[in-house]
């Protein structure tokens, strides 16, 4: 379970496969029941829990999909 100031490594990739075209990293600032609220961004951005891969003590995974640019 994923706690407040916990490293999330965030990768953002245009299609399964591609590869991510961005990364990042944001902090846990708070967890609420299912999700929680990442800090690092210019607002908070919240995330669900079951999306978070953990990668070791006090870091998490997250992968998003991003299907069209806007």
Do not use: C
């Not at 100031?5 to 708070?30: C, E, K, L, Y």
């Not at 029941?33 to 800090?39: E, M, P």
């Not at 079951?50 to 998003?64: A, I």
């Amino acid at each position: 379970m994923p706690q407040p100031n916990d490293t999330v490594h965030i990768r953002f990739s245009m299609g399964r496969g591609a590869g991510p075209f961005w990364q990042t990293n944001a902090t846990v600032a708070s967890v609420s029941g299912r999700s929680v609220v990442l800090d690092g961004f210019d607002r908070a951005v919240t995330a669900s829990i079951t999306e978070l891969k953990r990668e070791g003590p006090g870091r998490w995974l997250l992968d998003w999909e991003i299907k069209t640019r806007p």
